[in-house]
């Protein structure tokens, strides 16, 4: 269990709940009014069956389109508009150390009563956010439920953490280039498949050159998101990786979103 894991745990007591940052909160009734600012939780809460408690969204929010369209946005993950969220007067807040920046946090605290903090840094950490925000919202049955389905998918994925290990390039942005560091949630379910990320040393996410990792690399991996890479940027980079690397498209949420596109991912 990692220290996110222990952080994010369910009180004893069954009273209150500790987020990623050490806070306790306490167990939220029925009549939460819930504010998501993180698109992979916001699908999350929904999968525990929480979307009609759900207020407020970012505009990055979008899964499941069925059920997040009637939900108010109020802005991105970095630019949320505070006036409008304030008007909606929620009652708890879900934010996220990566996603969220702390400023945010620091003005959310002066009008919402309950700001939960999250942050998980590998995959195991999404069996600890089910349960923490199962516990926190009455849904331990969903969580347990979501926990279940996530166990079974590592399971069988376990077979190819000793397959050949491959050096891998993951590609989030263009001009300038940048790639996921090797301390992040995509360089953890990356290495279940026993690919290791090369860039970044201890920076998570680092500004790189990208014709120094030619040779260097076996793979290179240009993300959907957050900059939207298509077959065009493929070509752009094998013209640079001309030694047989292969370049390719994948899909971002697959292996970004925790929560519970982390079981499909």
């Known amino acids: 269990m990692t220290a996110v894991a222990q952080a994010l745990r369910v009180e004893q007591d069954g009273q209150t709940v500790r987020d990623a940052i050490g806070v306790l909160h306490p167990v939220a009734?029925?009549?939460?009014?819930?504010?998501?600012?993180?698109?992979?939780?916001?699908?999350?809460?929904?999968?525990?069956?929480?979307?009609?408690?759900?207020?407020?969204?970012?505009?990055?929010c979008i899964h499941p389109k069925e059920l997040v369209r009637e939900i108010p946005k109020v802005g991105g993950t970095k630019d949320v508009n505070i006036e409008k969220?304030?008007?909606?007067?929620?009652?708890?807040?879900?934010?996220?150390i990566d996603e969220n920046r702390e400023a945010l946090y620091q003005e959310l605290c002066e009008f919402v009563p309950t700001v939960f903090v999250t942050h998980p840094i590998s995959p195991q950490d999404n069996v600890a956010l089910f349960r923490s925000l199962g516990a926190l919202f009455a849904r331990q049955k969903e969580a347990e439920n979501l926990t279940r389905l996530f166990v079974e998918q590592s399971d069988r994925i376990a077979k190819y953490a000793n397959i050949?290990?491959?050096?891998?390039?993951y590609l989030i942005w263009k001009d300038p280039w940048m790639a996921v560091g090797q301390n992040t949630y995509i360089a953890e379910m990356l290495k279940l498949i026993n690919h290791q990320v090369v860039a970044g040393g201890n920076e998570r996410y680092p500004e790189i050159e990208l014709d120094k990792f030619s040779g260097r690399v076996e793979q290179v991996y240009l993300s959907s998101e957050p900059y939207a890479f298509r077959d065009k940027h493929v070509a752009e980079v094998q013209e640079i990786f001309s030694d047989g690397t292969k370049v390719?498209?994948?899909?971002?949420?697959?292996?970004?979103?925790?929560g519970s596109r982390a079981i499909a991912g």
């Not at 969220?85 to 996220?96: C, F, K, T, W």
């Not at 050949?164 to 390039?169: A, D, G, H, T, Y």
């Not at 949420?253 to 925790?258: D, G, K, N, R």
């Open 85 to 96: 969220l304030r008007s909606i007067r929620p009652s708890h807040a879900i934010v996220n």
């Open 29 to 60: 009734d029925s009549t939460a009014r819930i504010a998501c600012l993180v698109p992979s939780i916001s699908e999350l809460l929904c999968d525990l069956g929480l979307a009609s408690q759900l207020v407020a969204r970012t505009g990055f």
């Open 164 to 169: 050949s290990k491959q050096n891998v390039l």
């Open 248 to 258: 390719s498209l994948v899909d971002g949420e697959m292996l970004s979103w925790y």
